[in-house]
C-alpha cells in the first residue's frame, strides 16, 4: 500500500476550513492510517467536536474529531483498519443525512507531540421539490466583500456568512464576477 506524505494545512483565525475540493485542486495527497480505538457506536449521539477515534501515524497516537451533532446510523471502521485520512468514518441520521463525503479536515497543533484533526461530514445533495411550508434554501445572494481566501456574503435569508473562495468560484462564479467588476 502507497503512503502519501500529508501536508500541514491550516485554518485562518475565523475558524474558516479549507475544503477537500481545495484539497483536491491542489496537488496533495492524504496518508494511510491504522485505526488504533473507536469511540462512537452505532445509536450513539454525538456533540460537535467529540473524538471519534484514535489513529496511529508514524509512531505517533493522533485523534480524529467529527463535526456535526446527530445520531450515528452506521460505523464503517474498526479497529486495526487502515483508512485513508479523506475516508468515510461514520454515518449520522436525522437533519444531518449523510452522503460519504468529508467537507473539511481541519489540522491543528496544540504542542509539538499533541497533533489534532478534524474531519467534517456534509449532507446528502439529494433532489428535492420543495412544498408549501418548506424552508428556503440558502444561497449568497451578493458578495460584501473579502479577506485572505474567504468571501463576505449576504444569504437570501438576509443574514450575513462567510464562504470560503473556491466554493464561491465553484458553485455561484455568477456572483463572483458580480463583485470583480465592482471592484
Not at 127 to 156: A, R, S, T
Amino acid at each position: 500500500m502507497k503512503v502519501y506524505e500529508y501536508q500541514k494545512i491550516t485554518s485562518n483565525s475565523i475558524g474558516i476550513n479549507i475544503t477537500l475540493r481545495d484539497l483536491i485542486d491542489q496537488p496533495i495527497q492524504t496518508k494511510t492510517v491504522k485505526v488504533i480505538e473507536v469511540f462512537i457506536n452505532e445509536g450513539d449521539y454525538v456533540y460537535n467536536c467529540y473524538i471519534a477515534l484514535k489513529i496511529l501515524n508514524q509512531g505517533e497516537l493522533i485523534e480524529l474529531y467529527n463535526r456535526w451533532p446527530g445520531q450515528i446510523d452506521e460505523v464503517y471502521i474498526k479497529e486495526n483498519d487502515l483508512i485513508g485520512l479523506d475516508s468515510v468514518i461514520y454515518n449520522i441520521r436525522g437533519d444531518f443525512r449523510q452522503d460519504l463525503q468529508i467537507e473539511y479536515i481541519q489540522y491543528g497543533v496544540i504542542n509539538k507531540r499533541n497533533q489534532n484533526f478534524r474531519i467534517n461530514i456534509i449532507k446528502n445533495e439529494e433532489e428535492h421539490i420543495p412544498e408549501q411550508g418548506d424552508k428556503i434554501q440558502l444561497d449568497p445572494k451578493m458578495i460584501l466583500g473579502h479577506k485572505d481566501n474567504v468571501f463576505k456574503v449576504v444569504m437570501n435569508d438576509g443574514k450575513m456568512n462567510d464562504i470560503n473562495f473556491q466554493v464561491m468560484k465553484n458553485k455561484y462564479p455568477h456572483l463572483v464576477v458580480q463583485y470583480l467588476e465592482k471592484l
